[in-house]
């Protein structure tokens, strides 16, 4: 009896524990898929009434029930997620994350200017630097980040997220995006529903910028554009063509570089699109 009444302790204390590392990828009551990997996407769905917080931040959740969260490239070894039902207490669950091997880019030939500015253009790189910071945290409550993403244009892949760049011999930031290798003037097309949050011809580092936020915190920047086709605060839709790719800012060659970003959390636009047709039809500027 004793044995049994120890037993029966045990089982009632771990009962109610949060889950560890290593827990199943399943919340009882939530929906979530995805993979808990780094600059990975994953997609949720909870019952009326339920609360839940993502690494400490309040998650947003559509009238039907729906959010959304993201890694950033270097996220920690683990994620914690916590969840309150209707009626009960909060549980946290914490799940391992997988870490990623990143490749090495090296790009020679670039101007000096573009890989150490001069003392004269750090005031605008700051000031670039706030207006897209400000755009990050626009949240436009749209539902966009619910469909299934297409690719903005088609082509080559010649840049990949996360791989850590080497700017003329000298090492800087890793490369956030994926770059599509397409000749100057190719249209871009929204590759989800959104609304534009950031439109900027001419900043210093990625040219001309566009910023469209999904809804929920998930957004795409376009970069190194040759027109912008939209403004600040215009909705577009799935496909509509809202730019013009093109080599200005930082590039050595016409492409275009899309990223992604959950807030303030950098994720993998590659992930989200599906598979890159393998004979990709050479894309013609537009007249």
């Known amino acids: 009896m004793r044995r049994y009444r120890r037993l029966l302790a ?41 609360k839940l917080w993502f690494n400490g931040r309040a998650l947003k959740q559509t009238p039907a029930g729906d959010f959304v969260l993201g890694l ?27 870490k990623r091997e990143y490749a090495i880019q090296r790009i020679d030939g670039l101007p000096p200017k573009m890989v150490t500015p001069p003392p004269e253009v750090l005031a605008r790189i700051k000031d670039d630097q706030r207006q897209v910071a400000a755009a990050r945290q626009r949240d436009s409550g749209g539902l966009g980040f619910l469909q299934p993403f297409e690719w903005p244009c088609t082509g080559r892949i010649s840049g990949v997220f996360g791989s850590q760049r ?8 890793p490369h956030y995006g994926v770059d599509v290798a397409v000749p100057t003037g190719t ?27 999904h809804g929920y915190g998930l957004q795409s920047a376009f970069l190194h554009l040759s027109k912008l086709l939209v403004e ?25 570089d899309w990223r992604m970003n959950w807030y303030d959390a950098r994720i993998d636009a590659q992930k989200l699109a599906p598979a890159m047709p393998v004979s990709a039809p050479v894309p013609q500027p537009a007249p």
């Open 187 to 213: 249209e871009v097309r929204a590759p989800a529903d959104g609304t534009v949050v950031l439109a900027h011809p001419d900043m210093y580092f990625t040219g001309g910028t566009l910023i469209v936020d």
């Open 232 to 256: 600040d605060g215009q909705r577009v839709r799935q496909g509509e063509v809202i730019a013009l790719s093109g080599m200005t800012g930082r590039a050595t060659g016409p492409h275009l």
């Open 10 to 50: 045990v089982l009632i204390l771990i009962a109610g524990l949060p889950a560890r590392a290593g827990a199943p990828a399943t919340v009882p009551g939530v929906e979530l898929r995805g993979e808990w990997e780094q600059g990975a996407v994953l997609f949720g769905h909870a019952p009326a009434g339920t």
């Open 72 to 98: 950033d490239r270097d996220a920690p070894a683990e994620a914690e997620l916590k969840v309150q039902l209707a009626g009960e207490a909060a549980r946290t669950y914490r799940y391992p994350v997988a």
């Open 166 to 173: 080497i700017l003329n011999g000298e090492p800087k930031q």
